[in-house]
């Protein structure tokens, strides 16, 4: 199982009256330009539950550190460091390996996995960086979303943990498809629908965003649990901590240096 994945346009409408009105008895007779509406009025409520634009643009560094579990045994610390525009750097330790992931935000990527045979820092390959952006884009999918490359449409209601909550579809710029569900009463994230790649298949996977804290005026989720339906395949991500505007050298974001090995125990001393 890999262990290398994580973790997504303002609206200036100016109309004369006389032209607003007609445009909304239009709206009216067709169906599917107002589901086209629904999906950004969602859109929009979501931002402003957030914290609104203007706070979530404010932000140019963030840094989340906690625990990541993916079942018994497999769990531990880690760290995700990014910074305007589109730089990362990820850690993950279990079972006392790290492993790194980190991206310039222009073109270069690089992973060092310590689970393989052969350990060693290599570059990312095009499907890691097809999928970086979203990993390093801090803003989300839904800022900005057509400049992005991202198609959105509402896609009606689905229950959600007993509520009905309102269903987006996301297509982003490389094709791929994934549904986010919204909270009715806060508007804030409650669910991810998609898949994953687990080897060399992909595989339906869903996340669930919960215990929701502010964060210098902001909204983050500091719980998302994920799962495969149907499989035993599980992942928790825990949030310590949260930071934003904290200081990063660009350094940080360039080819990793592995970890040094952990020192061997020292042999018990002999009985004299």
Do not use: C
């Not at 009105?21 to 509406?37: D, E, H, I, R």
């Not at 310039?104 to 045979?117: E, L």
């Amino acid at each position: 199982m890999s262990h290398s994945s994580a973790f997504r346009s303002p609206w200036r409408t100016v109309f004369f009256l006389g032209f607003f009105l007609a445009l909304s008895l239009v709206l009216a007779l067709y169906p599917l330009t107002a589901s086209a509406q629904t999906a950004d009025e969602v859109i929009n409520k979501y931002i402003a539950a957030r914290g609104g634009l203007a706070k979530i643009r404010a932000v140019k560094s963030e840094r989340v550190s906690g625990t990541i579990s993916f079942g018994p045994g497999a769990d531990g610390p880690f760290l995700v460091e990014r910074k305007r525009p589109l730089k990362m750097h990820m850690e993950i330790t279990i079972t006392g390996k790290t492993l790194i992931r980190s991206y310039d935000g222009k073109s270069a990527g690089w992973i060092y996995n310590p689970f393989g045979p052969t350990p060693s820092v290599t570059a990312m390959s095009e499907a890691d960086l097809r999928g970086v952006f979203d990993e390093a884009d801090f803003e989300g999918p839904f800022v900005d979303y057509k400049t992005k490359g991202n198609k959105i449409e509402y896609a009606g209601r689905e229950d959600v943990e007993g509520k009905s909550d309102y269903k987006l579809k996301l297509i982003n710029k490389n094709g791929d498809t994934s549904f986010f569900l919204f909270d009715p009463d806060t508007y804030l994230i409650s669910k991810w629908e998609g898949n994953r790649k687990v080897g060399d298949k992909d595989v339906p996977w869903e996340s669930f965003f919960r215990d929701f804290r502010e964060v210098d005026g902001l909204k983050y989720p500091f719980l998302i649990e994920s799962d495969a339906p149907g499989t035993e395949q599980i992942q928790k991500i825990a949030a310590d901590k949260i930071e934003v505007n904290v200081p990063m050298d660009d350094s940080r974001f360039g080819k990793p240096t592995p970890p040094a090995p952990a020192a061997a125990p020292a042999d018990p001393a002999k009985p004299e």
